[in-house]
T-cell receptor
Framework: GQSLEQPSEVTAVEGAIVQINCTYQTSGFYGLSWYQQHDGGAPTFLSYNALDGLEETGRFSSFLSRSDSYGYLLLQELQMKDSASYFCAVSPNSGAGSYQLTFGKGTKLSVIP | DVKVTQSSRYLVKRTGEKVFLECVQDMDHENMFWYRQDPGLGLRLIYFSYDVKMKEKGDIPEGYSVSREKKERFSLILESASTNQTSMYLC?????????FGPGTRLTVL
Protein backbone atom coordinates (compact mmCIF):
# COMPACT_ATOMS: atom_id res chain seq x y z
CA GLY A 1 0.00 0.00 0.00
CA GLN A 2 0.89 3.64 -0.03
CA SER A 3 1.10 6.15 2.79
CA LEU A 4 2.18 9.76 2.84
CA GLU A 5 2.74 11.84 5.94
CA GLN A 6 2.62 15.61 6.07
CA PRO A 7 1.77 18.02 8.91
CA SER A 8 -1.91 18.81 9.17
CA GLU A 9 -1.48 22.52 9.90
CA VAL A 10 1.25 25.15 9.67
CA THR A 11 1.10 28.84 10.56
CA ALA A 12 3.63 31.38 9.32
CA VAL A 13 4.06 35.13 9.17
CA GLU A 14 3.69 37.17 6.02
CA GLY A 15 7.09 37.69 4.37
CA ALA A 16 8.64 34.67 6.08
CA ILE A 17 9.74 31.29 4.71
CA VAL A 18 7.89 28.05 5.42
CA GLN A 19 8.76 24.45 4.66
CA ILE A 20 6.14 21.71 4.37
CA ASN A 21 7.55 18.23 4.68
CA CYS A 22 6.29 15.02 3.15
CA THR A 23 7.49 11.49 3.84
CA TYR A 24 6.18 8.55 1.91
CA GLN A 25 6.06 4.79 2.00
CA THR A 26 4.92 3.33 -1.28
CA SER A 27 5.25 0.03 -3.06
CA GLY A 28 6.63 1.86 -6.09
CA PHE A 29 7.89 5.36 -6.74
CA TYR A 30 7.98 7.37 -9.93
CA GLY A 31 7.84 10.98 -8.72
CA LEU A 32 6.59 13.45 -6.11
CA SER A 33 4.15 16.25 -6.90
CA TRP A 34 2.75 19.18 -4.97
CA TYR A 35 -0.68 20.76 -5.35
CA GLN A 36 -2.25 23.87 -3.86
CA GLN A 37 -5.93 24.16 -3.01
CA HIS A 38 -7.67 27.28 -1.77
CA ASP A 39 -10.87 26.92 0.23
CA GLY A 40 -13.73 26.19 -2.15
CA GLY A 41 -11.39 25.79 -5.11
CA ALA A 42 -9.91 22.96 -7.11
CA PRO A 43 -6.36 21.69 -6.59
CA THR A 44 -3.78 23.27 -8.86
CA PHE A 45 -0.41 21.84 -9.78
CA LEU A 46 2.71 23.41 -8.27
CA SER A 47 5.65 21.12 -8.99
CA TYR A 48 6.91 17.67 -9.87
CA ASN A 49 10.19 16.01 -8.85
CA ALA A 50 11.32 12.73 -10.36
CA LEU A 51 15.00 13.10 -9.50
CA ASP A 52 16.80 14.02 -6.30
CA GLY A 53 17.39 17.70 -5.74
CA LEU A 54 15.75 21.07 -5.69
CA GLU A 55 13.37 22.48 -8.30
CA GLU A 56 12.67 26.21 -8.14
CA THR A 57 9.69 28.04 -9.62
CA GLY A 58 9.51 31.63 -8.50
CA ARG A 59 8.80 31.85 -4.78
CA PHE A 60 8.15 28.12 -4.56
CA SER A 61 10.75 25.35 -4.49
CA SER A 62 10.36 21.60 -4.13
CA PHE A 63 12.95 19.11 -2.97
CA LEU A 64 13.19 15.34 -3.25
CA SER A 65 15.44 12.74 -1.65
CA ARG A 66 14.56 9.32 -3.02
CA SER A 67 16.94 7.53 -0.66
CA ASP A 68 15.16 9.09 2.34
CA SER A 69 11.64 8.80 0.85
CA TYR A 70 11.27 12.45 1.70
CA GLY A 71 10.44 15.71 0.05
CA TYR A 72 9.43 19.22 0.95
CA LEU A 73 7.81 22.29 -0.47
CA LEU A 74 9.47 25.60 0.37
CA LEU A 75 7.50 28.82 0.12
CA GLN A 76 9.46 32.06 0.33
CA GLU A 77 8.33 35.66 0.84
CA LEU A 78 4.98 34.43 2.07
CA GLN A 79 1.92 36.37 1.00
CA MET A 80 -1.58 36.28 2.44
CA LYS A 81 -2.81 34.65 -0.76
CA ASP A 82 -0.58 31.64 0.00
CA SER A 83 -3.03 30.63 2.73
CA ALA A 84 -4.33 27.35 1.35
CA SER A 85 -4.00 23.60 1.69
CA TYR A 86 -0.96 21.95 0.18
CA PHE A 87 -0.92 18.31 -0.86
CA CYS A 88 2.01 16.10 -1.69
CA ALA A 89 1.29 13.24 -4.06
CA VAL A 90 3.25 10.23 -5.21
CA SER A 91 3.21 8.57 -8.61
CA PRO A 92 3.62 4.96 -7.54
CA ASN A 93 3.61 3.24 -10.91
CA SER A 94 5.30 3.29 -14.25
CA GLY A 95 3.80 2.54 -17.65
CA ALA A 96 0.14 3.16 -18.39
CA GLY A 97 -0.61 3.91 -14.75
CA SER A 98 2.32 6.22 -14.20
CA TYR A 99 0.13 9.31 -14.03
CA GLN A 100 -1.96 7.87 -11.22
CA LEU A 101 -1.41 9.78 -7.98
CA THR A 102 -1.73 8.90 -4.31
CA PHE A 103 -2.27 12.07 -2.26
CA GLY A 104 -1.32 12.93 1.27
CA LYS A 105 -4.00 14.29 3.58
CA GLY A 106 -2.87 17.86 3.10
CA THR A 107 -1.30 20.65 5.12
CA LYS A 108 -3.39 23.71 5.87
CA LEU A 109 -1.13 26.75 5.74
CA SER A 110 -2.30 29.92 7.46
CA VAL A 111 -0.34 33.08 6.73
CA ILE A 112 -0.78 35.76 9.38
CA PRO A 113 0.12 39.46 9.17
CA ASP B 1 -7.16 28.11 -21.70
CA VAL B 2 -7.26 24.47 -20.70
CA LYS B 3 -10.42 23.33 -19.06
CA VAL B 4 -12.00 20.47 -17.16
CA THR B 5 -15.71 20.88 -16.57
CA GLN B 6 -18.10 18.95 -14.37
CA SER B 7 -21.82 18.74 -14.97
CA SER B 8 -22.96 20.10 -11.60
CA ARG B 9 -21.44 22.12 -8.74
CA TYR B 10 -24.04 20.93 -6.24
CA LEU B 11 -26.25 17.86 -6.29
CA VAL B 12 -28.73 16.45 -3.79
CA LYS B 13 -29.96 12.89 -4.18
CA ARG B 14 -31.91 10.35 -2.16
CA THR B 15 -30.57 7.07 -0.82
CA GLY B 16 -30.89 4.35 -3.43
CA GLU B 17 -30.96 6.66 -6.44
CA LYS B 18 -28.62 6.10 -9.39
CA VAL B 19 -26.36 9.11 -9.78
CA PHE B 20 -24.33 10.18 -12.80
CA LEU B 21 -21.46 12.66 -12.52
CA GLU B 22 -20.09 13.87 -15.82
CA CYS B 23 -16.65 15.26 -16.59
CA VAL B 24 -15.42 16.73 -19.86
CA GLN B 25 -11.91 17.91 -20.76
CA ASP B 26 -10.85 19.86 -23.84
CA MET B 27 -7.12 19.10 -23.75
CA ASP B 28 -7.17 15.82 -25.68
CA HIS B 29 -5.75 14.05 -22.63
CA GLU B 30 -5.65 10.28 -22.54
CA ASN B 31 -5.71 10.00 -18.75
CA MET B 32 -8.71 10.92 -16.64
CA PHE B 33 -9.42 10.44 -12.93
CA TRP B 34 -12.21 10.57 -10.40
CA TYR B 35 -11.44 11.45 -6.75
CA ARG B 36 -13.49 12.10 -3.71
CA GLN B 37 -12.35 14.59 -1.10
CA ASP B 38 -13.44 14.47 2.52
CA PRO B 39 -12.20 16.67 5.39
CA GLY B 40 -9.03 15.31 6.92
CA LEU B 41 -8.71 12.54 4.36
CA GLY B 42 -7.27 14.36 1.37
CA LEU B 43 -8.06 13.22 -2.14
CA ARG B 44 -8.73 9.54 -2.66
CA LEU B 45 -8.73 7.97 -6.09
CA ILE B 46 -11.92 6.14 -7.05
CA TYR B 47 -11.24 5.16 -10.67
CA PHE B 48 -9.05 6.24 -13.52
CA SER B 49 -8.88 5.69 -17.24
CA TYR B 50 -5.84 5.86 -19.51
CA ASP B 51 -7.69 5.35 -22.78
CA VAL B 52 -11.16 5.18 -24.23
CA LYS B 53 -13.09 2.20 -22.86
CA MET B 54 -10.22 1.44 -20.46
CA LYS B 55 -10.68 1.77 -16.72
CA GLU B 56 -8.72 0.89 -13.63
CA LYS B 57 -9.81 0.75 -10.01
CA GLY B 58 -8.28 3.23 -7.65
CA ASP B 59 -8.10 3.01 -3.88
CA ILE B 60 -11.83 3.19 -3.10
CA PRO B 61 -13.87 1.81 -6.04
CA GLU B 62 -16.57 0.09 -3.99
CA GLY B 63 -20.04 1.45 -4.74
CA TYR B 64 -18.89 3.23 -7.92
CA SER B 65 -18.50 2.47 -11.59
CA VAL B 66 -17.23 4.53 -14.52
CA SER B 67 -17.72 4.91 -18.23
CA ARG B 68 -15.40 6.31 -20.88
CA GLU B 69 -16.98 6.06 -24.31
CA LYS B 70 -15.24 9.13 -25.73
CA LYS B 71 -11.79 10.49 -25.05
CA GLU B 72 -13.02 13.80 -23.68
CA ARG B 73 -15.69 12.43 -21.35
CA PHE B 74 -15.39 10.39 -18.18
CA SER B 75 -18.47 9.56 -16.15
CA LEU B 76 -18.73 8.42 -12.55
CA ILE B 77 -21.77 6.36 -11.63
CA LEU B 78 -23.16 5.65 -8.20
CA GLU B 79 -25.35 2.61 -8.80
CA SER B 80 -27.32 3.04 -5.57
CA ALA B 81 -26.37 6.15 -3.65
CA SER B 82 -25.80 5.86 0.07
CA THR B 83 -25.33 8.51 2.74
CA ASN B 84 -21.64 7.63 3.14
CA GLN B 85 -21.12 8.76 -0.45
CA THR B 86 -21.90 12.34 0.53
CA SER B 87 -18.69 14.07 -0.49
CA MET B 88 -16.90 16.43 -2.87
CA TYR B 89 -16.15 14.69 -6.16
CA LEU B 90 -13.29 15.95 -8.28
CA CYS B 91 -12.46 14.98 -11.83
CA UNK B 92 -8.99 15.47 -13.31
CA UNK B 93 -7.17 14.85 -16.55
CA UNK B 94 -3.53 14.76 -17.54
CA UNK B 95 -1.23 14.27 -20.49
CA UNK B 96 1.91 14.20 -18.40
CA UNK B 97 2.60 14.72 -14.69
CA UNK B 98 0.41 17.78 -14.20
CA UNK B 99 -3.18 16.95 -13.37
CA UNK B 100 -5.84 19.51 -14.24
CA PHE B 101 -8.86 19.46 -11.97
CA GLY B 102 -12.46 20.38 -12.55
CA PRO B 103 -14.30 22.65 -10.07
CA GLY B 104 -15.83 19.69 -8.24
CA THR B 105 -19.34 18.45 -7.52
CA ARG B 106 -20.56 18.56 -3.95
CA LEU B 107 -22.92 15.62 -3.66
CA THR B 108 -25.28 15.24 -0.73
CA VAL B 109 -27.14 11.96 -0.32
CA LEU B 110 -30.15 12.17 1.99
Amino acid sequence: GQSLEQPSEVTAVEGAIVQINCTYQTSGFYGLSWYQQHDGGAPTFLSYNALDGLEETGRFSSFLSRSDSYGYLLLQELQMKDSASYFCAVSPNSGAGSYQLTFGKGTKLSVIP
Amino acid sequence: DVKVTQSSRYLVKRTGEKVFLECVQDMDHENMFWYRQDPGLGLRLIYFSYDVKMKEKGDIPEGYSVSREKKERFSLILESASTNQTSMYLCASTGDHEQFFGPGTRLTVL
